[in-house]
């Protein structure tokens, strides 16, 4: 199996700070595989909010059609982490994140992974056109 590189902080344009919890350790005494899951959705639902006052009403209808992770160190219970985020690629409906997971004290990450949003349509429930001012908001973020 080809070992990956474990990507460092100055990749990515933000970050937020997600706490871990005692029920997040598995029975091996490190953090449980689908903790990462959720620690990428709370990351870039915290994010997004982060620019929410800045883009017009309603809020854009984004659907998780993708999300992967790759585990390259262990984390556990206590550690306070740091979830790096940038964009990969704007599509014409579709928003592809690349995040890691850092130990605040580390400047390597522990996790990489992957989250696509797509925009939906309200009616229709299909793809739909990212909106022009959403799109200008995430433009700063894909050259990390």
Known sequence: M??????????????????????????????????????????????????????????????VAETSCRYLAEAAYPDALSVGIRIERLGTSSIAYELAVFRQDDPLAVAQGRFV??????????????????RTLLEPYCDA
Do not use: C, M
């Not at 009616?123 to 056109?129: E, S, V």
């Open 2 to 63: 080809p070992e990956h590189p474990r990507p460092d902080k100055s990749r990515y344009a933000a970050f937020i700070d997600v706490p871990t919890r005692w029920s997040d350790n598995d029975a091996y005494g490190h953090l449980n595989n689908s903790v990462y899951y959720a620690l990428f959705d709370t990351a870039v639902t915290r994010f997004l909010f982060s620019l929410s006052d800045q883009i017009p009403k309603p809020l854009p209808i984004l659907f």
């Open 117 to 134: 949003h797509v925009h939906i349509d309200a009616a229709t429930r299909r793809p739909h056109p990212l909106p022009a001012a959403l």
